[in-house]
């Protein structure tokens, strides 16, 4: 039986991407449109100046070795998500091979 990546991923408690944190904000109207006129001056999405606020944020707040600590958690995370990916297409790509070889056969 041949498993597609959405099944493995599926099938899996806890994969790195899964771990990332989802956050829904609401504004009040008036401070909410400020938040994106700025948005739109800064000419980024609004995830992204979202993210850059709340990581400077963060960073004042905690401490820089702290969040220096984060940072690198965060990076190894993304190194080993990059890596499953590579794998997991060198992987499709063999399985893609064996199915066409049998069907050759």
């Known amino acids: 039986m041949v498993t597609t990546y959405l099944d493995q991923m599926e099938n899996k408690t806890d994969y ?8 829904n904000i609401l504004l009040e109207p ?39 600590e984060a940072v690198q958690q965060d990076s190894l995370e993304w190194q080993q998500v990059t890596k499953n990916r590579v794998s ?9 091979q064996l199915q066409t070889a049998k069907q050759i056969d």
């Open 16 to 23: 790195p991407g899964k771990k990332r944190i989802h956050l």
């Open 30 to 68: 008036y401070r909410g449109q400020l938040l994106l006129d700025h948005v739109e001056k800064e000419g980024k999405k609004r995830s992204d100046v979202l993210r850059d606020i709340i990581y400077d944020f963060l960073r004042h707040k905690v401490g820089a070795e702290r969040y220096a």
């Open 88 to 96: 997991g297409r060198q992987t499709s790509r063999e399985m893609k």
